[in-house]
């Protein structure tokens, strides 16, 4: 009898269309459930899973396992222009799973830029979904075996078996977002529809259609100093006479990390489904992963369809960047000149500005290093140079704070795509270690440029991932981290117009700053 009254409960739930739209509690690692839209909102490749465990009042748990994926697609110029994604979702509820669901899903976005660092999207997904009662994992009395158990291989003595049901949706999104110039995101909003084409998902052949499902989503950071950030967020979700209010706070901590190319900060979860549960979690994010715990609970109200929930989440992404064969080249009607020089296998690009020649610059001022200049020991020209400083300062003339001893621009041919320190950049690298560590008081500043192939999120990286290695290589060689500090410029700031492949290769360097704390 208990077999007959669980399945008439579940049969009267889903032919009603009483079936809520549910919300995973870390749905950044679902995107593609809130809107289709975000599947061509970021940089990166994608591959997130989330893990949902949702106790009830009635002993039985709830299960959801979600894997979403999403590849963005860059155009010739280093543009993305829009995206696509899948999903698999497999959600068993009830004793024994007896409702099983089980959906794929296909997505596409399509980018139109607004303004500098913000985009819309236009997103649409087309989904499967079947949804299954199977009333055979229920045991009755004719299946105990006394003193041994329950045996499921033994006939349960009632005449019910399984129901499907199988059907097609689809749905729409809108999305918007405004980033800086690093790709955080600043703000965020939208709006999605889903099953707006009402599918029959009758199990018994009586006509009942799906409800269509309206979600909003809406975030902005509102407070940001030092390594906080706050950002408040809202997510609305209506299916049917169903109304869903998620709202909260995420508290972001930036974290210090050893490599400039590798930022990662911890995102605080703390949020209140109005009505129902409060919402704790914790994630840490990194340049290639996020890794996500929370914890649902009961508010103020006794919920029995949620008396707790655990959900585990988990991203990982990799960054899209053209390919060089497919990237357009743009001719230039006026060439820019540009100065270049080589010296001991070692090759620097100079000013526009040609600088005049000397041996030794006994100067207080900043100088641009020369030819001859390199030719000699390093350490000996920046002792000459300190000791010149030193009697400035002794004299007065000089003010008790760090001063730039000497610049250079450092072009060591960077492959396209690269930050890897060739044979050339290590015998250049080699003296400067020497150098700063027979001058003790010597800092330096190293900063990353590259060409303007590719977008500007990518290069940003990739010019702070090239200083960043030249930093590494001098702490191996004895120098102390904190008297070398590293930033990266990206395509910003380029040496030329970027029209040849040679110019292109110029502006893929390093600048270095060598300065004297006195």
């Not at 269309?17 to 599947?39: C, E, K, W």
């Not at 990194?286 to 919920?303: Q, W």
């Not at 102390?480 to 395509?491: A, C, N, Q, W």
Request: aromatic share 10%.
């Amino acid at each position: 009898m208990r077999i007959i009254i669980v399945g008439i409960v579940f049969l009267a739930c889903v032919n009603t269309g009483a079936a809520q739209y549910f919300q995973f509690s870390q749905y950044n690692f679902t995107p593609q459930r809130i809107n289709p839209g975000q599947v061509g909102n970021s940089d990166y490749a994608s591959l997130s899973v989330d893990y949902r465990n949702q106790a009830t009042d009635g002993g039985f748990h709830l299960t959801s396992n979600i894997l979403n994926a999403s590849y963005p697609l860059i155009s010739r110029t280093g543009a993305r222009w829009s995206g696509i994604g899948i999903s698999f979702m497999d959600d068993r509820s009830g004793q024994a799973g007896i409702f099983n669901t089980q959906e794929v899903g296909l997505s596409y976005a399509l980018n139109v830029p607004l303004a500098k660092y913000q985009t819309i999207s236009l997103g649409i997904k087309g989904l499967y979904q079947n949804r299954k009662i199977d009333l055979a994992g229920l045991y009755t009395g004719s299946q105990y075996v006394p003193d041994r158990g329950f045996n499921e291989a033994l006939a349960s003595g009632e005449n019910s078996g399984q129901f499907n049901s199988e059907f097609v949706t689809f749905s729409v999104g809108l999305y918007w977002q405004q980033t800086d110039t690093k790709g955080t995101i600043l703000s965020y909003w939208g709006l999605s529809f889903f099953d707006f084409n009402k599918p029959d998902n009758s199990f018994i052949g009586s006509e009942s259609q799906l409800n269509s499902t309206f979600v909003s989503t809406l975030g902005f950071r509102c407070y940001h100093r030092g390594n906080v950030s706050l950002y408040p967020e809202l997510l609305y979700t209506r299916s049917a006479s169903n109304n869903v209010l998620n709202a909260g706070l995420i508290t972001r901590y930036d974290l210090k990390t050893f490599s400039a190319k590798d930022p990662a900060y911890i995102n605080i979860i703390t949020k209140y489904v109005i009505g129902r549960s409060g919402i704790l979690g914790l994630q840490l994010y990194k340049e290639n992963f996020t890794v996500g715990l929370s914890y649902d609970f009961p508010v103020v109200v006794t919920n029995v369809a949620n008396t707790g929930a655990v959900e585990i989440g988990l991203e990982l992404r990799k960054l899209v960047v053209p390919t060089k064969k497919n990237i357009k080249r743009k001719k230039s009607k006026k060439p820019v000149q540009t100065t270049r020089r080589q010296t001991d296998g070692k090759q620097f690009a100079v000013n526009k500005t040609p600088v005049p020649n000397r041996s030794i610059d006994t100067s207080p001022k900043a100088d641009t290093v020369t030819i001859e200049a390199v030719a000699l020991d390093m350490s000996a020209r920046l002792k000459h140079k300190q000791d010149s400083l030193k009697a400035s300062a002794e004299a007065g003339k000089l003010k008790h704070e760090p001063l730039i001893l000497e610049k250079a621009t450092l072009d060591f041919n960077f492959e396209f795509n690269s930050a890897e320190v060739n044979k050339k950049t290590a015998e250049y690298l080699d003296d400067l270690a020497k150098a700063l560590k027979d001058n003790p008081e010597l800092e330096i500043q190293l900063v990353g440029h590259t060409d303007n192939v590719g977008s500007e999120k990518f290069n940003m990286k990739l010019s702070q991932f090239r200083a960043q290695k030249m930093k590494e290589y001098l702490v191996r060689k004895g120098v102390e981290s904190s008297r070398i500090s590293t930033d990266g410029r990206g395509m910003t700031e380029p040496l030329n117009d970027n029209s040849t492949e040679e110019k292109r290769a110029l502006n893929r360097r390093v600048e270095l700053t060598i300065q004297y704390d006195n």
